[in-house]
Each structure stands twice: as structure tokens, then as C-alpha cells.
T-cell receptor, first 112, second 114 residues
Framework: DAEITQSPRHKITETGRQVTLACHQTWNHNNMFWYRQDLGHGLRLIHYSYGVQDTNKGEVSDGYSVSRSNTEDLPLTLESAASSQTSVYFC???????????FGPGTRLTVL | AQSVSQHNHHVILSEAASLELGCNYSYGGTVNLFWYVQYPGQHLQLLLKYFSGDPLVKGIKGFEAEFIKSKFSFNLRKPSVQWSDTAEYFCAVRVGSTLGRLYFGRGTQLTVWP
């Protein structure tokens, strides 16, 4: 069955380190999204991509970057991790503009 | 900026009680509307969605929602909740001009006591 996976599921890192969170989907969806989930804020969009070589900033993109070199993967990089980036990160994908988004299981990141 | 408001942050009910969770959005154009559910420790799953047509949509597990365009609302309902409905519920909106990205509300935590 097609699915969307994220790795690692849990990560503890130190302030200032570079961290990359992986997202891989086997649906062959063009659209991929990264959200962070924080108590009281719901889900906020970090970056998104509508296809290979396409990336766009969301509402909370500062300190994060993404790259899309193939259809299946959209890795999220924290250039220099900060304690404010402690959160749960969800990746999602959708087939097209008129379709629902499917979510991955999430990565819980702690920055000490 | 677009915004999605969920009025209740935490709702506590007994089993068999009726549920209504409010959701309002700020965009006046064409919208697609979604309710997602997140069970403890799990990822978000789609409960139901509205794209067009009948404003009363039915989803999984006995949930339904009504789109009222004049009120910019998309409230979620269930006539009789179960303990297994304990979860966090998110309303999300896709506006016509933003090519697929979703705007989420802050979520409502539902706790159902057996």
C-alpha cells in the first residue's frame, strides 16, 4: 500500500546543530508539505512544494529549508537548531489541488 | 491573512452526549473545507471534506458537518459520542487562490468519559 513515512520518529539535538528530517511518500503525489504542531497553535505551514525543483515558504519558514530533487522526498533542514524549534513535525502530501492531504506519523524534535 | 477559528479548545462530554464543534474561517471566496482527527499518539486522519454540492457532508465514524456559506462556518457534529472519539479535532480550509495549501485551526481537544 502507498504510504508516507517520516524519519526519525524522535530526535534530540543541541542548539546550533544542523538537523534534517526525512519525508518519503510512495503515492507519487506532486504536492508535499511540512507543518509543525505546537500546543495552542494547531498546525502551521513551514514549507511546501508542488513538484520537483519547486519549493515555497509557508507562514513559519524562518530557520528552515527544503529541497525537492525527486517526487518522493521532501527533506526538511533546520540550519541551526534553536530551542524554539522544539515541536512535532508533520509531513503531508496530496495528489493535486482538489484533493485531501495525507499525513505522515510525525517527528518529535527536542532541541536542548 | 487567512484565519481559521475553532471556538472550543477543550470539550469534555459523557458517552452518548451530542457533539458540536465550531469552525469559522475568514476567506470570502471559493473554499474547500476539511475536518481532521488526531487520536492520541497518531497522525492526522481525514474525517470529512466539503468541496461543493450538498452543504451537509457525512464522514467516517458517524461524523457530519454543515457548510453555511453566509456564516463562514463548517461545524462538526455527532449525535452520540463514544469513548473512542477522544482525540484532537482540527478544522482546515483551502482557499481557491492558494493552490493546495491548508490553513488549520488551533484544534479542539475532545475528552469523552465512559
Amino acid at each position: 500500500d502507498a504510504e508516507i513515512t517520516q524519519s526519525p520518529r524522535h530526535k534530540i539535538t543541541e542548539t546550533g546543530r544542523q538537523v534534517t528530517l526525512a519525508c518519503h511518500q510512495t503515492w507519487n503525489h506532486n504536492n508535499m508539505f511540512w507543518y509543525r504542531q505546537d500546543l495552542g497553535h494547531g498546525l502551521r505551514l513551514i514549507h511546501y512544494s508542488y513538484g520537483v525543483q519547486d519549493t515555497n515558504k509557508g507562514e513559519v519558514s524562518d530557520g528552515y529549508s527544503v529541497s525537492r530533487s525527486n517526487t518522493e522526498d521532501l527533506p526538511l533542514t533546520l540550519e541551526s537548531a534553536a530551542s524554539s524549534q522544539t515541536s512535532v513535525y508533520f509531513c503531508a502530501s496530496s495528489e493535486g489541488l482538489g484533493f485531501e492531504q495525507f499525513f505522515g506519523p510525525g517527528t518529535r524534535l527536542t532541541v536542548l | 491573512a487567512q484565519s481559521v477559528s475553532q471556538h472550543n479548545h477543550h470539550v469534555i462530554l459523557s458517552e452518548a452526549a451530542s457533539l458540536e464543534l465550531g469552525c469559522n474561517y475568514s476567506y470570502g471566496g471559493t473554499v474547500n473545507l476539511f475536518w481532521y482527527v488526531q487520536y492520541p499518539g497518531q497522525h492526522l486522519q481525514l474525517l470529512l471534506k466539503y468541496f461543493s454540492g450538498d452543504p451537509l457532508v457525512k464522514g467516517i465514524k458517524g461524523f457530519e458537518a454543515e457548510f453555511i456559506k453566509s456564516k463562514f462556518s463548517f461545524n462538526l457534529r455527532k449525535p452520540s459520542v463514544q469513548w473512542s472519539d477522544t482525540a484532537e479535532y482540527f478544522c482546515a480550509v483551502r482557499v481557491g487562490s492558494t493552490l493546495g495549501r491548508l490553513y488549520f485551526g488551533r484544534g479542539t481537544q475532545l475528552t469523552v468519559w465512559p
